[in-house]
């Protein structure tokens, strides 16, 4: 009977511990998915405040910011529950947040006109500036497809972010072909530069009157002159036939006999 009672006592207390370790595998599990889950939110949060604090590179319009306020916004909520000892930075954060767009929204101004965009000096910012456009698209499209944005918005949206990236591969060309020409590789700068000009006319008859393109298009204009001149000039000179010393040899030639 003894002997029973500490077999019975001795499975019990084996489930115990199988019950135990479960339990703690549920709660490691579950504790790995809230991490999980809590890194993707904040993924989300760190790019697109990333793309906002880089925005004032870029002729941005009030809606494109409300959208990456949206995201911004969807993510914290999200994240809120998650975040346990972090929950009063997060609430913090999204008061913060909800106030900037209150403000946004009421008032709106018109977008800045891309005409009047200039590149930045600096070569950093320009890449920024590429990689900051990028990710704005990216998360753009992503938003449309979640049924986030209206699609009058997105398909404006998505023209002025083509745009802008447009002009800077049109001054990336033209700085290239630049950069050819000056180690006489004449051939890839001429190709440069008809390229931006093709970029260019097609962008020039889709806003004839932006003052920027005007410049642009001359400037590639006046590049492929030089360029076609260097190139010509650094072909070697045909040697032309000496006439006169033909002549000579004729007239010094042996006299025939008749």
Same mark, same amino acid.
């Given at each position: 009977?003894?002997?029973?009672?500490?077999?019975?006592?001795?499975?019990?207390?084996?489930?115990? &511990?199988?019950?135990?370790?479960?339990?703690?595998?549920?709660?490691?599990?579950?504790?790995?998915?809230?991490?999980?889950?809590?890194?993707?939110?904040?993924?989300?949060?760190?790019?697109?405040?990333?793309?906002?604090? =880089?925005?004032?590179?870029?002729?941005?319009?009030? /809606?494109?910011?409300?959208?990456?306020?949206?995201?911004?916004?969807?993510?914290?909520?999200?994240?809120?529950?998650?975040?346990?000892? *972090?929950? =009063?930075?997060?609430?913090?954060?999204?008061?913060?947040?909800?106030?900037?767009?209150?403000?946004?929204?009421? /008032?709106?101004?018109?977008?800045?006109?891309?005409?009047?965009?200039?590149?930045?000096?600096?070569?950093?910012? !320009?890449?920024?500036? +590429?990689?900051?456009?990028?990710?704005?698209?990216?998360?753009?499209?992503?938003?449309?497809?979640?049924?986030? &944005?209206?699609?009058? !918005?997105?398909?404006?949206?998505?023209?002025? !972010?083509?745009?802008?990236?447009?002009?800077? /591969?049109?001054?990336?060309?033209?700085?290239?072909?630049?950069?050819?020409?000056?180690?006489? *590789?004449?051939?890839?700068?001429?190709?440069? &530069?008809?390229?931006?000009?093709?970029?260019?006319?097609?962008?020039?008859?889709?806003?004839? /009157?932006?003052?920027?393109?005007?410049?642009? +298009?001359?400037?590639?204009?006046?590049?492929?002159?030089? !360029?076609?001149?260097? *190139?010509?000039?650094? *072909?070697?000179?045909?040697?032309?036939?000496?006439?006169?010393?033909?002549?000579?040899?004729?007239?010094?030639?042996?006299?025939?006999?008749?």
């Amino acid at each position: 009977m003894i002997f029973i009672s500490v077999l019975v006592l001795i499975g019990v207390l084996l489930l115990l &511990v199988i019950g135990i370790s479960i339990i703690q595998q549920q709660k490691a599990r579950v504790e790995a998915e809230r991490r999980t889950e809590l890194a993707r939110h904040r993924a989300i949060i760190d790019e697109t405040e990333e793309v906002l604090s =880089n925005s004032g590179l870029i002729p941005c319009s009030s /809606n494109i910011v409300l959208i990456l306020y949206k995201r911004v916004e969807d993510a914290l909520e999200s994240a809120l529950p998650l975040a346990r000892n *972090q929950s =009063n930075d997060y609430e913090r954060r999204l008061t913060d947040l909800r106030g900037q767009m209150q403000v946004l929204k009421a /008032n709106q101004k018109p977008a800045p006109a891309i005409e009047q965009f200039r590149l930045p000096d600096s070569d950093r910012q !320009i890449l920024t500036l +590429v990689k900051t456009l990028k990710k704005m698209k990216a998360i753009l499209r992503a938003e449309h497809k979640k049924g986030k &944005v209206d699609p009058s !918005i997105f398909s404006e949206e998505e023209i002025r !972010i083509d745009s802008l990236q447009l002009r800077i /591969n049109v001054d990336s060309m033209l700085g290239r072909g630049r950069a050819a020409c000056f180690m006489k *590789q004449y051939g890839s700068a001429k190709q440069m &530069v008809t390229k931006a000009l093709a970029t260019l006319h097609t962008i020039k008859a889709q806003t004839p /009157n932006d003052p920027f393109i005007a410049r642009k +298009v001359e400037e590639a204009k006046a590049m492929l002159l030089e !360029i076609t001149g260097a *190139q010509e000039k650094a *072909q070697p000179a045909r040697i032309k036939p000496k006439e006169d010393d033909d002549d000579i040899d004729v007239l010094f030639q042996p006299k025939r006999k008749w």
